[in-house]
């Protein structure tokens, strides 16, 4: 009787087969190959985006000691004054690929730019001897980022919106005040441009202090 309505059961309980199991087999590769032969640009997209997230966040951490300001000394422990905070960004090098760096800077002669050693010498190992009589005269590093460390692939492909090749992101304590020394007349805010060598990502800045990554 059971199997009167159910004639088919011994049709649907086989087992697979091995044409099946073959077919599996060459798909769960097929789709592997695709990954594995993908997997070094998706590494660079990945690298990409991190960067673009991690240059936001500089910009917004440098913002942010313009708000609330940090004490700094130099290598003999003496305090170093500052008036203010900035991102250099220095993209004059004729190969784009080797600018691969950016540091945060603390503002020493309150000029609203980076007017520091381009060795980029840190603040805690300046050495101002007496700070009083012999106030540090220059501006120094606070920390120096290198995005190249995400992958080998990327770098600052330029900056868009200045005159020449270089710029200066400060913020002047204690609103604070943002200013971008290189600013080309009728602009309000740049571009920071970082390529993988296949795409680019920009973060925007502006005078009103507004920081984003550009979709």
Known sequence: MVSKFFSNLKKY??????VEIVVMIFIIALFSLIVISDFPRIQKQYALSRAAYKLAQDLRRTQDLG??????????GQPIT????????DVSNTNPRENIKYVIYADVNGDKKYSGDLSYPFCDEADQGNPIIYPLATDCVIDEI???????SLYIEGIENIMGSYASVNFTPPDPITTIDTLNLGQSGINIVLNNGLSARKVFVNTSGLINIVP
């Open 67 to 76: 708000l609330s300001g940090i004490k700094l000394n130099d290598t003999n």
């Open 82 to 89: 500052v008036e203010g905070y900035g991102i250099y960004f």
């Open 146 to 152: 290198d995005v190249s460390k995400e992958n080998p």
């Open 13 to 18: 309980s086989k087992g697979i087969t091995l």
